[in-house]
């Protein structure tokens, strides 16, 4: 079955510092895309990055980056330079073989505080 | 492009009461989701339609809920009769195809108290 672990609950940072989340996934399959998520107090899971298990290529997008490391099973994310806006609760979510159509399996979220 | 509608944004009820919500997706999107998310935690899948017919519904608690897509777009989910563990946020989410490939779009969600 598969799993996706955030052992990162909460995370205070002040303005401007980086901020690393981690993410470890557990899954059977071989072909399987990995997502992160921002949910911001207003509730709505806003899409950040997606990222399928046959490109390990990690890449910046602005603030944010990615490590995807298959041989640990993990996909970390981080936020450079963070602002205020930036708090919010953050989810990791694995999504198997595409005959599973395009079901999240979300992790338990952690939720970054940045303090200006 | 507007977003995924979902109403009512709360609502409180006693348990053993029924209620429902509504989810509208964004238009074109031919899969639409149900999940339930209780505080401190991920969302969790209840069911998922592709168009008007359900793909998934293996963690839908089918003695109390009950979800329909009837024309293949707005969908509703009941729960009858609710239960405090009821109580959770549920979000609706809408993508253009069930694959892999195409990211899920969230509404604002649906939080409920029982109490």
């Known amino acids: 079955a598969q799993k996706v672990t955030q052992a990162q609950t909460e995370i205070s940072v002040v303005e401007k510092e980086d901020v690393t989340l981690d993410c470890v996934y557990e899954t059977r399959d071989t072909t399987y895309y990995l997502f992160w998520y921002k949910q911001p107090p207003s509730g709505e899971l806003v899409f950040l990055i997606r990222r399928n298990s046959f490109d390990e290529q990690n890449e910046i997008s602005g603030r944010y980056s990615w490590n995807f490391q298959k041989s640990t099973s993990s996909f970390n994310f981080t936020i450079t330079a963070s602002q205020v806006v930036d708090s919010a609760v953050y989810f990791c979510a694995l999504s198997e073989a595409p005959a599973a159509g395009n079901k999240l399996t979300f992790g338990g979220g952690t939720r970054v505080l940045v303090k200006p | 492009e507007a977003g995924v509608a979902q109403s009512p944004r709360y609502k409180i009820i006693e348990k053993r009461q029924s209620v429902a919500f509504w989810c509208n997706p964004i238009s074109g999107h031919a899969t639409l989701y149900w999940y339930q998310q209780i505080l401190g935690q991920g969302p969790k899948l209840l069911i998922q339609f592709q168009n008007n017919g359900v793909v998934d519904d293996s963690q839908l608690p089918k003695d109390r809920f009950s979800a329909e897509r009837l024309k293949g777009v707005d969908s509703t989910l009941k729960i009858q009769p609710a239960k405090l563990e009821d109580s959770a946020v549920y979000l609706c989410?809408?993508?253009?195809?069930?694959?892999?490939?195409?990211?899920?779009?969230f509404g604002n969600g649906t939080r409920l108290t029982v109490t």
């Open positions: 989410a809408s993508s253009l195809r069930g694959l892999n490939n195409s990211p899920l779009h």
